[in-house]
Nanobody, 124 residues
C-alpha cells in the first residue's frame, strides 16, 4: 500500500501561482507512475499531469500545457505540480494518485492509491 498526502493548495488571484506537493510513503518501490487529477464543482475528475516514477516523458492535459509543470524528487518520494498563470477555471480539488503498472492512458481508473485532495481556488 502507498499512502499519499497532498499539500500546497489555497486561494489565489487569477494570474497567480501555486505549487502543490504530494508526498508518498509506504510501499513506494511499487510505484510505476504518479498523476495529478482535479475535480471541479459539478464536474467529473479529470487528468491534469502525469510522470513516470523512474524517468521518462511527462504528460500534461491540453488545458494546462504551457502553464503547469510536473516534477518529482525520488529522494523525497515527492511529486510536485507547479501551477502558473492560474485561471478561475482551474478551481478544483486536486488529487495525486499512483499506479503500479503501465497503462496506455491516464485514466483515473488505472490508479490504485489516492490522496485526500487539496483545494485550489482561483478568484477572478
Amino acid at each position: 500500500q502507498v499512502q499519499l498526502v497532498e499539500s500546497g493548495g489555497g486561494l489565489v488571484q487569477a494570474g497567480g501561482s501555486l505549487r502543490l506537493s504530494c508526498a508518498a510513503s509506504g510501499r513506494t518501490v511499487s510505484i510505476y507512475s504518479m498523476g495529478w487529477f482535479r475535480q471541479g464543482p459539478g464536474k467529473e475528475r479529470e487528468f491534469v499531469a502525469g510522470i513516470p516514477w523512474r524517468g521518462g516523458t511527462t504528460s500534461l492535459a491540453d488545458s494546462v500545457k504551457g502553464r503547469f509543470t510536473i516534477s518529482r524528487d525520488n529522494a523525497k518520494n515527492t511529486v510536485y505540480l507547479q501551477m502558473n498563470t492560474l485561471k478561475p477555471e482551474d478551481t478544483a480539488v486536486y488529487y495525486c494518485a499512483t499506479r503500479h503498472q503501465w497503462s496506455p492512458s491516464w485514466n483515473p481508473a488505472s490508479f490504485a492509491s489516492w490522496g485526500q485532495g487539496t483545494q485550489v481556488t482561483v478568484s477572478s
